[in-house]
């Protein structure tokens, strides 16, 4: 792999681990400082790295990178590297500041006295860090390894109540199709590697021509965007989002619509460069977008949860980014800048990117405290909430206004820049966009008509029309000063951006286009976004959206029944329900097949395959070998030995009384040891006849109390027959095995070195002796171990019946 | 002689898998003693039978028989009984607490049945 010149820790280096080692100490403060809130104590920290990447601005603007590298396992190309463009400084502001007012708002959402915050605070700083992580990698392993860290904390975080059942269920679901998507995701990684022969994303984009023609360049794009859309929940993926928002608000403002779902946006942002020649590329992001968008809004108007509709909406506006980076993909088609009309696209997907952070930031905050302060977020009991909270109502009519694409807000423009997009992506000459291209426009329109709609519904539903007191589990109020200072700050973003977008386009949006589409140099573009382009086809659009939506809105009792069309059972939820549930029971089914809980099952597993595997090995690798020659002389009184030894233990299978069956093994024993001694082992021997004596002690001292032999007529025939089989099977394997290492002498024998040393190195004359307790003195150590160990367990069996005995005493 | 003792070992292992195999725990206890012995004579085997004197240096000139799978049988023998002596107050324990020694009625219950 590449020389790198860098290798250090870098600041950058230390703003990601900085969460990591932060968290480390918050159980500790938890504990130490219990009457003030966590919260103060963390929130000093994205503030900080928020103030530390606004000062890079400037230095990205003008088209300055800031990498920096620190070898982790340099031999496998998988590096620490850290690389801050404009895209990555986009989304480390993103992660750091919606992450400042998070914490902030959290402070007052959750109490100090009833939850758990240190885990809260751990959890949260853990996925903080694991987000900069994936934003600022250069190297697509690390890259992976921060992308599951953020699946593992938004884990942690939406089953932070776990006591509740669909906590649990939402966290697991939310893994599971994340993971699923991760895993395949670093499928797609490995193969691009193999394809590009480094892990670094840079040097990647340096060689997309080639990367164009490999085999493997479509295999690798499809798996990575499994992993992008699964974690920006693109339909079908998308119905792990609105189970997550099972956590608490401040997490779902946080991860689930501000930044974490955006990392599969980031990823494909990133990765165009690599991609973006492949019209399959094109054709799957866009459409995938444009589905999604259609299907979340239409979606989310039948919700009757606050937070459920904003979920669907946070699906449909992430399929909305997606679309657009999709048609800005085009862009890289068309050299020349002034029919780069595409790159628009891209433009409106990085702006409407920060858009959306803030006006559904703004609107979950909202959403939170009505929660908080009613006790409910279903908009059928709430209503008539306008006069209660009156701030709490502004902020909402921002966000939702913003999102519904009304003039002045921020939503408007990227909304425009949208239809822009789309109608443009029809007059595409390439990728086939003659047949299916007119679906494009149709589709955003139709999409954003529901999304009026259910803006609408957010607003109007919770504070206009009749208050229901009777309903409520409080009485509402409007909330402390601290929870609505960072809504009230989102929304003023959103009012800001909306009369002064030029603020972000030269600072933030330029550079990020940048490193979307490096093929363009900055100084090519100059992005200007207006809000008046006269009157175009994407006014009539808006316009359109607002009539038809508000009709809708007003006349939504009469059309309702259209979601009931596809019935409950056929839904993706349920789908997955099933699924699971299916796979439950088949890996129970498939693993009771084997693991039955009978310990002979497991015996004739063990047998079966010593028999298979080293029998298969004598016949493959022809190790077979059967030499008479070269034996030692054959005695007659070694004969009869042998036959003794053989005898008894055959007869041992039939005999029917315990003491026979312990005598016989004594007797095989006893015949062992004299082995020993006629095979020049005089310390075995001694070993052999001391042990075994004392066994037969043994085994006669336990005499009374073991158990009959069970006769052999209880077993039927065929179960003794496969014994039989399985047994003669395993004898004549170690027969073969005892002839072949006699006839094969492959190598030396080893114990000359011990012959040669034993006297020298030990000074001892008894070899055997002076192996074991010298040259081997750790095994024999070990062995007394196992001893040692082997008699306190017997000791304790023995005392535990003591103890039941006593309990048994005390019960009486 | 080594070809003997293949014979004997197949049988010793042979009749120790049998046993293994059974329903009685005594009766597998048996078993693992029969094995332990198959496996000793196996390793005794493997290192030649008979090929010099007993391995005392200065008792008798060399050559002397292979020292090294002495030196692992001698450990193998411990440890077994160390086995053997401990399945056996299991087993007598077991007994005594339930009141069988048939391995298929000791099966373990499944917490989730």
Redesign the interface.
């Known amino acids: 792999m590449e020389f790198r010149e860098v290798e250090y820790m870098s600041s950058l280096h230390w703003a990601i681990l900085s969460p990591f080692f932060i968290a480390c100490f918050i159980p500790l403060v938890y504990k130490q400082f219990h009457r003030v809130h966590t919260g103060w104590f963390v929130l000093f920290l994205p503030i900080v790295l928020f103030i530390y990447f606004t000062g890079f601005i400037h230095e990205v603007g003008d088209g300055r990178h800031l990498s920096a590298s620190l070898g982790w396992i340099p031999s496998l190309g998988i590096n620490f590297d850290v690389y801050a463009d404009g895209l990555s400084l986009l989304f480390s502001l993103l992660i750091t500041g919606i992450g400042a007012l998070v914490i902030l708002y959290s402070i007052y959402y959750l109490d100090k006295d009833k939850e758990k915050l240190h885990t809260f605070y751990v959890y949260l700083l853990l996925f903080m860090g694991s987000m900069l992580g994936l934003v600022l990698s250069d190297n697509l392993i690390v890259l992976y390894m921060f992308w599951e860290f953020t699946s593992l904390s938004s884990f942690l975080l939406i089953g932070y109540w776990y006591h509740r059942e669909r906590s649990r269920y939402g966290a697991q679901k939310s893994l599971l199709i994340t993971v699923l998507g991760g895993l395949s995701m670093l499928g797609g990684f490995v193969l691009l590697s193999f394809m590009g022969d480094t892990y670094s994303i840079r040097e990647l984009m340096g060689q997309t021509g080639e990367l164009a023609t490999d085999p493997l360049f479509t295999a690798s794009l499809l798996l990575i965007l499994l992993g992008a859309f699964t974690k920006s929940a693109q339909f079908p993926f998308h119905i792990w989002l609105p189970d997550a928002m099972e956590a608490p608000t401040p997490v779902s403002a946080y991860l689930h619509s501000a930044t974490m779902v955006k990392a599969g946006i980031y990823l494909v942002a990133r990765l165009s460069p690599v991609f973006a020649e492949s019209s399959l590329w094109f054709w799957l992001i866009a459409s995938a977008g444009i589905l999604t968008l259609v299907w979340g809004s239409y979606s989310a108007v039948k919700q009757t949860d606050l937070k459920a509709i904003l979920a669907y909406s946070t699906i449909s506006q992430l399929g909305m980014i997606m679309s657009l980076l999709g048609a800005g993909a085009a862009a890289l088609h068309y050299e020349s800048m002034d029919k780069n009309i595409y790159m628009a696209a891209t433009v409106a997907a990085v702006f409407h990117l920060i858009n959306h952070a803030t006006f559904k930031g703004s609107l979950f905050m909202a959403a939170g405290i009505v929660d908080h302060e009613t006790g409910t977020r279903d908009i059928r009991k709430l209503g008539g909430l306008m006069n209660f909270m009156p701030i709490t109502f502004t902020i909402t009519i921002i966000g939702a206004f913003s999102m519904a694409g009304l003039p002045p807000f921020n939503g408007f423009l990227s909304k425009e820049m949208f239809f822009t997009s789309m109608v443009r992506v029809t007059e595409m000459e390439i990728f086939n966009m003659e047949t299916w291209g007119v679906l494009f426009p149709v589709l955003a329109w139709v999409g954003s008509i529901f999304t009026f709609v259910y803006s609408m519904i957010i607003v109007l539903k919770t504070f206009t029309g009749k208050f229901k007191p009777e309903k409520l589990e409080k009485k509402p109020h409007e909330a402390p000063l601290g929870m609505l200072i960072p809504p009230v700050i989102l929304a003023s973003l959103v009012i800001i951006f909306g009369f002064f977008p030029n603020l972000l386009a030269s600072t933030v949006i330029e550079p990020a286009v940048a490193a979307i589409q490096p093929g363009l140099s900055q100084k090519q573009f100059q992005i200007h976004i207006s809000h008046w382009h006269g009157f175009t086809i994407e006014l009539y659009m808006t316009l359109g959206v607002i009539l038809l939506g508000s009709l809708l809105y007003i006349t939504w009792d009469k059309w309702k029944c259209v979601y009931h069309i596809i019935p409950g059972r056929l839904s993706l939820n349920r789908m997955y329900d099933a699924l699971l549930a299916g796979m439950e029971r088949g890996s129970i089914g498939v693993t009771k097949l084997f693991m ?5 099952t497991y ?2 597993y063990i ?1 079966l395959f010593f028999i298979v595997s080293l029998g298969i090995t004598l016949w493959r690798e022809d190790a077979f070998a059967f030499d ?1 020659g070269n ?4 005695r007659l009184y ?2 009869i030995i ?1 036959v003794i ?2 005898t008894s ?2 007869v ?2 039939f005999a029917k009384s ?1 003491l026979t ?2 005598i016989i ?1 004594g007797a ?2 006893y015949m ?1 040891s004299l ?2 001694v ?7 021997a001694l ?2 006849l001391v ?1 075994e004596t ?2 037969v002690a ?2 006669l001292l ?1 005499f009374y ?3 009959k ?2 006769s052999r007529k ?2 039927r025939v065929a179960f003794r027959l496969n ?2 089989l ?3 099977g ?3 394997i ?2 073969l ?3 072949s ?2 006839s094969n002498k492959l190598f030396e ?3 000359n070195y ?2 040669e040393n ?2 020298e190195e030990a000074g001892g ?4 002796n002076v ?2 307790v010298d040259f ?1 003195g750790l ?2 150590m070990f ?1 007394i171990t ?2 040692g160990i ?2 306190l ?2 000791f304790a ?2 005392k ?2 003591l103890a039941r005995g006593t309990l048994k005493d005390e019960n009486e | 002689m080594e070809i003997v003792m293949a014979v004997v070992i197949g049988i010793l292992f042979m009749s120790a898998t049998y046993l293994m195999l059974s329903k009685s725990i005594l009766r597998i206890i048996i078993g693992t003693g029969l094995l332990s012995h198959g496996a000793h004579l196996l390793i005794l085997t493997m290192g030649g039978l008979k090929r010099g004197s007993v391995p005392l240096l200065g008792e008798s000139a060399g050559p002397y028989v292979d020292p090294l799978p002495q030196a692992l049988i001698l450990t193998a023998i411990v440890i077994s009984f160390g086995v053997t002596s401990l399945f056996l107050v299991v087993a007598y324990r077991t007994y005594q607490e339930l009141g069988t020694d048939n391995m298929d009625k000791l099966r373990g219950k499944e917490s989730n049945e």
């Open positions: 039955t809980g009978y310990i002979r015996l004739v047998f008479v034996t030692a002389p054959v070694e004969v042998s030894i053989a233990a055959i041992i299978l315990r069956s312990i093994l095989i024993g062992v082995f020993f006629l095979f020049r082992a005089p310390d075995l070993t052999q042990i004392i066994s043994l085994f336990c109390h073991l158990p032999l069970s209880e077993e014994n039989a399985i047994s003669i395993v004898g004549v170690v027969a095995i005892a002839l290492s006699h024998s080893i114990s011990y012959i034993a006297y004359k008894n070899i055997v192996i074991l081997r095994d024999t062995e196992v001893l082997a008699a367990g017997i069996l023995i535990l019946r």
